[in-house]
């Protein structure tokens, strides 16, 4: 079974950038026919929210609350998901996951990465 895995996080300050990375492994290590890619993040005991989405297409969103500071790429060829996070804050702390749809109705999901912005 493919599964993603993320990587990049770590302490950060305030008004700092990083990016964030997210690869295929397992046996495959390769997803396709893609139509959705995210990235979401959690707080323990709170719900999972969207960060940033990408569509096949190129399409992109981001909430209200990252826009403008946070940007979502991918490379086809190499099967990656990428977040660059700009000007991060306090409040971007959180598990940062890995998110893929498929045009099969497959979903994939990383184990997380840990993000940390404090002074």
């Known amino acids: 079974q493919v599964q993603l895995v993320e990587s990049g996080g770590g302490l950060v300050q305030p008004g700092e950038s990083l990016r964030l990375s997210c690869a295929p492994s397992?046996?495959?290590?390769?997803?396709?026919?893609?139509?959705?890619m995210a990235w979401y993040r959690q707080v323990p005991g709170k719900e999972r929210d969207l960060v940033a989405s990408i569509t096949s297409f190129g399409n992109t969103h981001y909430p209200d609350s990252v826009k403008g500071r946070f940007t979502i790429s991918r490379d086809t060829a190499k099967n990656t998901l990428s977040l660059e996070m700009n000007n991060v804050e306090a409040e971007d702390t959180a598990v940062y996951y890995c998110?893929?749809?498929?045009?099969?109705?497959?979903?994939?999901w990383g184990q997380g990465t840990q993000v940390t912005v404090s002074s």
């Open positions: 998110h893929t749809r498929t045009g099969a109705g497959s979903q994939y």
């Open positions: 397992g046996p495959s290590g390769y997803i396709s026919n893609f139509i959705f």
